[in-house]
């Protein structure tokens, strides 16, 4: 059996994590769930995923906060993030805009078309490796 | 030589006369003569004044009494009949023996000048009735901000303290404002305009735009600076009311698209379940579809109840059934996330007269409030929140308690306000504003207690009686 590829599911709707998991392991992925960016945080350092599939607009820790940490951790730089959220498409651009970070290799706005999801997941695991 | 001395005397430019001790006009001036005509044998009151008797005041009487120089200021009445203000000095002529035996009266025509001091004090009035009534704070402070003068508007609003520091007076600050623009005008001399929240003396907060501007003393160095606010509330409240329309719907659009993604979640594992024949899959995605259409139509309650002052639709109800209702239908997701949902009941809390949607709505949203403060809290292992309903006299009350993360000082105050969440993606910033906007229109209240880490709990007064409500709404 070859190995599954991890995606960690960051978001603080317990129904979008069980909807995320479901559909992302029913297509050959193993899956990790996070409630909000600390807890998150944690799991990154135990598991390091293949990609990670991220809200922005959480307690605690936000989405932006979660991923400028992502981004400044050399270990971590390279881990695909897709951003998932309800807010604005506004959002998209602010967040493309800003110079001190990357912008993220993914963007999908809730609800979530699950083929575009799992396109994107795709594409972004093939192309790490 | 007595006639250069007379001659002197008829070219002094005022009215001159001597009189004697009953004030009998004994000679005068050519100018007097001129404007009072024929003197001979008259008393000065008759002449100058038309008058049967002496005046009350008279300082030539004053002068034949004491010896001194007197002066005063009279109206007097000439041949033509106008009316002239002088000034008077009267001053003894004495024998080689000293004694007084005339006084000499010189009377100085004051009219133009009585007349441009009458219009200095007309404008004065005038421009103080313009500082009183114009309708806007006005306050004039000096260089240590204390105020000196204020007009009518400021002392109804903000109480009389002349001599008072501004910031103590608007603010009810110690210490002065950063940035002051008074200060800055003192410093520059110029015009500045600033908006500012200031409070009444009531504890009214009023949204001001304030303007300062220099007030120079003679030789041109800034002795005040004028504060002049003009209170833009309504303006304020306005644009607040059009951005909440905003936020409003951007909340909204906000939270539907995270309940439809939980739908999507929802018909996936049951379609699925289906195809796979998984039991399992189809229970799990079934709840998720009547959890999140529980939510939609809990948010759609809230929008209605934000959108219109909606009268309530009474009815009696009994406090303890409210709570029981409540504790059953907010028992499934406590057990879903592991939390204790306890009820305590007074048997007798007795009934009370409410609109049952909106206090069940309101007691639910306190409900699910106190759940997802435990949901987030990982410092305990165990998670309770417990719903009550006591009478307490004339009211009934409620109370949601739960051991959660807490609020600190900031997020208590702010607790009620519209769109203001602590929690994430899953606050509208709804809930809590509309619940206190339930109890408000049922005459009542809701009070917050709650420490970091140790919980929060949420009590909610309600007056039996809707008459007293009423009176207390209207008051």
Redesign the interface.
Same mark, same amino acid.
């Given at each position: 059996m070859t190995d599954k590829k991890t995606i960690l599911i960051i &978001? $603080?709707?317990p $129904?979008?994590l069980?909807?995320?998991s *479901?559909?992302l392991e &029913?297509n050959g992925y193993k899956t990790v769930t996070a409630? &909000?960016g600390r807890a998150a945080i944690e799991l990154v350092k135990e598991c390091l995923p293949d990609l990670i599939t991220l $809200?922005?607009?959480? /307690?605690?820790k *936000?989405g932006v906060r979660c991923y400028r940490e992502l981004r400044e951790n050399e270990a971590w730089r390279a881990i695909p993030v897709i951003m998932v959220?309800?807010?604005?498409g506004d959002f998209r651009n602010f967040i493309s805009s800003r110079k001190q970070v990357p912008p993220p290799e993914g963007y999908l *706005?809730? /609800?979530?078309d699950?083929a575009e999801l799992l396109n994107l997941v795709r594409k972004l695991v093939k192309a790490e490796h | 030589m007595d006639i250069p001395y007379q001659q002197y005397f008829d070219a002094m430019p005022c009215y001159m006369t001597v009189q004697d001790r009953e004030f009998r006009v004994i000679t005068a001036n050519a100018r007097f003569r001129k404007a009072f005509g024929d003197y001979q044998g008259r008393h000065c009151y008759q002449v100058y004044k038309q008058r049967a008797e002496k005046c009350e005041i008279c300082p030539v009487e004053k002068t034949f009494h004491d010896g001194q120089v007197h002066s005063s200021e009279e109206k007097v009445r000439c041949l033509d009949g106008s009316e002239v203000s002088v000034i008077v000095y009267a001053e003894p002529i004495r024998n080689p023996d000293g004694e007084i035996t005339a006084v000499m009266e010189m009377s100085t025509d004051i009219t133009d000048l009585k007349r441009l001091q009458n219009q200095f004090r007309e404008s004065q009035a005038r421009y103080r009735t313009l500082f009183e009534e114009v309708p806007c704070y006005i306050s004039i402070q000096d260089r240590d901000l204390n105020v000196v003068d204020a007009n009518r508007l400021h002392r109804e609003t903000f109480g009389s303290f002349l001599g008072c520091k501004c910031y103590q007076i608007y603010k009810h600050r110690s210490e002065e404002c950063y940035p002051c623009i008074a200060r800055q005008t003192f410093l520059d001399g110029k015009f500045r305009v600033h908006e500012e929240v200031v409070t009444s003396q009531e504890g009214k907060s009023i949204n001001v735009l304030v303007h300062t501007s220099p007030i120079l003393g003679a030789s041109g160095e800034i002795q005040h600076v004028m504060e002049m606010s003009a209170d833009i509330t309504q303006i304020r409240e306005l644009q607040s009311q059009l951005a909440s329309i905003g936020l409003l719907i951007s909340s909204i659009s906000h939270g539907i698209k995270g309940l439809l993604n939980g739908l999507n979640g929802g018909v996936y594992l049951v379609n699925n379940g289906l195809a796979s024949g998984n039991q399992g899959r189809i229970t799990q995605g079934w709840e998720i579809v009547q959890r999140n259409i529980v939510r939609i139509r809990s948010m759609v309650l809230d929008i209605l109840y934000y959108a219109k002052d909606r009268e309530p639709d009474w009815t009696t109800l009994s406090a303890v059934a409210v709570i029981d209702d409540v504790h059953k239908q907010m028992s499934a997701k406590a057990r879903e996330l592991g939390i204790e949902l306890r009820k305590e009941l007074d048997g007798d809390a007795g009934e009370f007269e409410a609109d049952e949607k909106a206090i069940r709505a309101l007691l639910v949203n306190l409900s699910e409030n106190s759940l997802d403060a435990c949901r987030v809290d990982r410092k305990k292992p165990q998670h309770r929140v417990t719903l009550r309903g006591a009478g307490n006299g004339g009211m009934v009350e409620f109370r949601i308690e739960d051991n959660g993360i807490g609020m600190d000082q900031e997020t208590r105050e702010k607790a009620f306000s519209l769109f203001f969440s602590s929690k994430g993606s899953e606050g509208t910033g709804l809930g809590l504003f509309i619940a206190d906007k339930i109890a408000r229109a049922h005459g009542g209240g809701i009070q917050i207690a709650s420490e970091i880490d140790a919980g929060t709990s949420f009590l909610v007064s309600i007056p039996r009686r809707r008459s007293v409500r009423r009176a207390e709404s209207e008051a």
């Open positions: &978001d $603080d709707e $129904d979008t069980t909807y995320f *479901s559909l &029913d409630g &909000d $809200d922005i607009t959480m /307690p605690e *936000s959220t309800g807010i604005s *706005s809730k /609800p979530v699950e | -």
